[in-house]
């Protein structure tokens, strides 16, 4: 669950790229979600540091509008250091949202927290119900919730999209595999 006060955007008007270098490209329809490829790595190296525990944080990015609609532009995430965590779920607190406000504030003064991510330690794929629930308090259809869905058998790591408060999915995925102790050491599955 993701407590903090939302921070609703004014999306500009900027024509769309067909894709930037470095980010990964998720869409449904006219909706697109272009997510920094570091940033993904980066909630991936955290959600392995949580090992067997959900972790949860923010993310940091601006939306923008085209004549096809709206897309959304994730450049970072920062992690929830303050959680309350237990092994089926996990709720950001007080002193995470202050943190968060101050990373976007601190870092990233153009932007704007666009959304949350948590993970799945144990390869549940998708959206609980509850997880539903909660991306249902993101009312607009440019804010966006990730999941990282963590498969330590095959050392596969798959980041979901969903926006808005439908929970609406968004594909592909992103998936990487992990290759030894360090997060460099991921490589992009095919
Ligand atoms: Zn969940």
Redesign the pocket.
Known sequence: MFTGKLIKNEPHFRTRPDLIPKYHKYSNGTFGLFASKSMLQKMIAHAIKGNRY?VIGSLIGRSFYDNKGHYSILTNSAPAPFADVTHG??TTTFKDEQFFKWVQEAYHPTEDILGWY???PMN?EG??S??RG?QSKWIEPYQIGL?VVCNYIQNKFTVMAYRGPESELLLPSYSVYKGGPEIEQLTEAA
């Open positions: 959900e779920t996990v948590h993970s799945h549940l959206y609980s509850i997880d909660n999941l």
